[in-house]
């Protein structure tokens, strides 16, 4: 069975400071695509970032950094210089043929 | 690219009732996919399809729903007989033979 859980229901960052948010998952597949999506308030869920599981190297993508530990099944998101804008729920996944998520956490942005 | 798009956008009806969605993918996608979201929660998987083909159906997806697509672009999910834990907001998804999935606005579904 597929899971992917994230263990923090709410994270409060400041702007400008950095902030990472948690994700484990598990499978017996050796082929995945891991993701972090960005859902805003009443909108609709966009792609952040994704990492394939045969790369080692970690993802990047501009403010938003991704720590991929395959052995321990781990993959957390590091967002630096936290802007206002990235108030959301974000939400692991892992992508097989399908796409099982994570219950999310929502992010708060301080001014 | 006009994304992918999904109607009606909000839908309320009441308990018993059928109502269906439709999710019109990105236009060279081949892949869609189903998604139930309920408020507090990620996305569960319901069903995807390659093609016209429906490939995977999850054990959500009990013998209430169905979801067609059937020349391979636009698709649709039927509920019947709709009852007070269906509401919740459908999503559609959209991807091209990769594992990158772009999503629709969404149906909020509202049962009373």
């Known amino acids: 069975a597929q899971t992917v859980t994230q263990s923090q229901p709410e994270m409060s960052v400041q702007e400008a400071e950095t902030v990472t948010l948690s994700c484990t998952y598990d499978t017996s597949e050796s082929d995945y695509y891991l993701f972090w999506y960005k859902q805003p308030p009443s909108r609709q869920m966009i792609l952040v970032i994704r990492?394939?599981?045969?790369?080692?190297q970690n993802a990047t993508e501009n403010r938003f950094s991704v720590n991929f530990q395959k052995a321990a099944k781990s993959f957390s998101l590091k967002i630096s210089d936290s802007q206002l804008g990235d108030a959301a729920m974000y939400f692991c996944?892992?992508?097989?043929?399908?796409?099982?998520f994570g219950a999310g956490t929502r992010l708060t942005v301080k001014p | 690219d006009t994304g992918v798009s999904q109607d009606p956008r909000h839908k309320i009806t009441k308990r018993g009732q059928n109502v269906t969605f439709r999710c019109d993918p990105i236009?060279?996608?081949?892949?869609l996919y189903w998604y139930r979201q309920t408020l507090g929660q990620g996305p569960e998987f319901l069903t995807y399809?390659?093609?016209?083909?429906?490939?995977?159906k999850s054990r959500l997806l009990s013998d209430r729903f169905s979801a067609e697509r059937p020349k391979g672009s636009f698709s649709t999910l039927e509920i019947q007989r709709t009852e007070q834990g269906d509401s919740a907001m459908y999503l559609c998804a959209s991807s091209l033979m990769s594992r990158i999935q772009f999503f629709g606005p969404g149906t909020r579904l509202t049962v009373l």
């Open positions: 990492q394939e599981a045969y790369k080692q």
């Open positions: 399809f390659q093609n016209e083909a429906q490939l995977e």
């Open positions: 996944a892992l992508g097989i043929n399908d796409m099982r």
């Open positions: 236009s060279e996608h081949n892949r």
